[in-house]
């Protein structure tokens, strides 16, 4: 039988890449290529429009099978990745009832949020959990790290699961430095040792934290994250191989705490990156096992592109981001709840967070294939091209002494900062689309009732919490979508809604695409749109506009008529309301030169243009 299968590819001559190459710029009629169809990405590479096998021919990463050196193809030979569900509740009983709930609907993987460290807290919040069967994993202030782990190992070594518990303490000394700019004041090493020490009995705990969550949620670019990441695991492993310990001890106390954004191709190539960059700095140390390279890392979906108008619009965010984590081949992945925006998490959307990750698995069956995207000429190229990028980063700290200096001396958050302040740039002006809050908005959806809290957050005796603002010297704490958010709420907090009447007339096809593109544009301020099939003349549009209470009346037509149709409706109009002009037509100098000043296009700043028009209407 295997003699007798066709080869079809053999049916078909090869084309050579300049001949697709020619084939396109024939089709593009003389544009650019380059221009037209290559992306300069945020991570600093280009992407070219198309992939073909020699692009990936001389790269090192295809000469390794899944479970071998460096890892880029994964740690382990299966893909059966854990499902974490983050569990919150006021009391450690409560906690405890939730998480043997959670168990027997499919979670492998526990979180718990402690407060207080002591051996009575970690018992109750683990009756009855069977430790040889499920992940622990403890999320609390640094400061109570060490008499957390060693209330946790009394409780492991009780029940003798010394060798089969799996888990984490997230021990991150540099949460505070990190969101207020101020150096750390203890001494990193030595309670770094004394957790080591304590937990040296138990195997499978890690204890030492890279938490590179908090660079994602605040704004950083990929390649950011990636780099830093890589900056702080080795930060753990300088201190303390300096203080005496052995590199295989070190590492394999180290877990990775990564975020999961809604660029798919990316997120997916960063993990890959990820897990080759790691054991390549490992590797330097001189391990005595190269098992000690392997990288045990985490994935949580975004909560810096999560809205609060159109919430459920995070589902479809949160599912794909998940999807690009279980196709990277992490260990374990937690979805965000879609609603954590504006309330305390509840059952149906910790449901739904949960069946994510089983739709990935008993539906799409993405933990039965081990790098499904391996050999991919686009995911082989971009995990080398993420990879570079974050390299260069991770060098420019360690050139500058060093992860923890550069948290110190603040680098690391301006830096973060002068990105989350692209980006919010980038959405307002919508080159970073976030649906249902500055594209497509349901203009109709109020949220002012909605209660906002401070997601989940308890206060700790850090005196912090996720929800304060940021300081001037820390990380950014503003998600993409707030400032949009807060121009709806304040459209929603006035007695007036403003509304906006689509003033059609002239060329069919133009004043249709432009009255929906000005509907859309207004919808983002929560302006009640008034929208029109079209009038003989723009005296009959604006007695309709007037007599129906608009406050502002948008001419939608096509470049060549607004020579005529601006200046007459504007005159008409005579200031009864504000006049915007659909487009960026070659008149508007001469249209400005009458007086009229707003216009409205793909160009404009949407974010600033709403805020000037809110300054004008709301009272």
Known sequence: MAEKKEKLFDQFPPVSTAEWKAKVE???KGAPFDKKLVWRTNEGFNVQPMYRLEDIEDLKTLNSLPGEYPY???????????????????????????????????ITSLGFKVEDPSAETVATLLEGIDL????????????????????????????????????????????????????FPGNITEMACALLDTVKDVENLRVLAVDSVMLSNAGCYIYQELGYAMAWGNMWLTLLTEAGRPVDEVARRIKFNMNISSNFFMELAKFRAARMLWAQIVEQYKPESLDSCKMMAHAATSRFNMT?????????????????????????????????????PDDF????????????????HLDKVVDPAGGSYYVETLTVSLGQEAWKLFLEVEDKGGFLACVNDGSVQAAIR???????????????????????????????EKIVEL?????????????????????????????????????????????????????????LARAQFSSNFFGCAGYEIIDNLGFETVEKGVDEA???????????????????????????????AEFVVAGAPACMDDLKALGINDFIHVRCNVLDTLEAFNEKLLK
């Open 349 to 364: 959307s910790e449901r739904i967070a949960r069946n994510q990750q089983f739709l990935l698995k008993e539906e799409s």
């Open 72 to 106: 880029v193809r994964g740690t382990r030979d299966n893909n059966d990745w854990l499902t974490r569900q983050e569990i919150i509740a006021e009391t450690p009983a409560e906690a405890n009832a939730k998480a043997r709930e959670v168990l027997t609907k499919g």
């Open 418 to 448: 002068e990105t989350s302040e692209r980006r919010h740039t980038d959405v307002a002006r919508r080159k970073e689309i976030l649906l249902g809050t500055n594209q497509y908005p349901n203009i109709n959806e109020m949220a002012a």
């Open 308 to 344: 609060v108008y159109d919430a459920h619009v995070n589902l479809l965010r949160s599912q794909t981001e998940a999807m690009s984590a279980a196709l990277a081949g992490v260990d374990s992945i937690t979805s965000t709840p879609f609603d954590v925006t504006y309330k305390m």
């Open 455 to 511: 997601n989940g957050a308890l206060p700790c005796s850090c005196a912090h919490n996720s929800g304060e603002e940021a300081p001037a010297a820390g990380l950014p704490t503003k998600r993409a979508a707030s400032d949009f958010e807060a121009l709806r709420l304040a459209t929603e907090a006035a007695s007036n809604r403003p509304k906006v009447f689509m003033l059609t007339i002239g060329n069919l096809a133009m004043r």
């Open 26 to 28: 024939a089709d593009l």
């Open 546 to 576: 007037l007599a129906k209470g608009a406050d502002i009346v948008v001419l939608c037509s096509s470049d060549d008529e607004y020579a005529d149709l601006a200046p007459a409706a504007f005159k008409y109009l005579d200031g009864r």
């Open 132 to 183: 040889a069967k499920v992940e622990i994993n403890f999320n609390s202030c640094q400061k109570k790290a060490l008499p957390l782990a060693e209330a946790l190992v009394a409780y492991i070594k009780a029940a003798r699961a010394e060798k089969t518990f799996r888990g984490s303490i997230n021990f991150n000394p540099l949460r505070r430095p990190l969101r207020h700019g101020q150096p």
